[in-house]
Nanobody, 118 residues
Framework: QVRLVESGGGLVQAGGSLRLSCAAS????????MGWYRQAPGKQREVVAF???????NYADSLKGRFTISRDNAKNTVYLQMNSLKPDDTAVYYCNALILRTDLRNYWGQGTQVTVSS
């Protein structure tokens, strides 16, 4: 069984920073791309950023320059550093990973709430 466990969410004032972490555990052969998505109340889930196993990154255009994704392959962990947070960044943030076990599947974490107050 594979688990993705996010941490680091919380309440922060506008202009502040948070760092999210997501650790994959279980019987894992290898992990491909890992990423972060978010879903605000009443809105569809949207991609925030993703990173390949080789370290190549891609961001939602609106978040470039404020958010940074990184990963530690030895720890099967992906991070999201969020700076200059705005109230519009308030959402549940979900971790996603493409994981190879006996087959290749997409896995999701349970989500972590980020609330930015004005």
């Amino acid at each position: 069984q594979v688990r993705l466990v996010e941490s680091g969410g919380g309440l922060v004032q506008a202009g502040g920073s948070l760092r999210l972490s997501c650790a994959a555990s279980g019987s894992i052969f290898s992990i491909g791309a890992m990423g972060w998505y978010r879903q605000a109340p009443g809105k569809q889930r949207e991609v925030v950023a993703f990173i390949t196993s080789g370290g190549s990154t891609n961001y939602a255009d609106s978040l470039k320059g404020r958010f940074t994704i990184s990963r530690d392959n030895a720890k099967n962990t992906v991070y999201l550093q969020m700076n200059s947070l705005k109230p519009d960044d308030t959402a549940v943030y979900y971790c996603n990973a493409l994981i190879l076990r006996t087959d290749l599947r997409n896995y999701w974490g349970q989500g972590t709430q980020v609330t930015v107050s004005s």
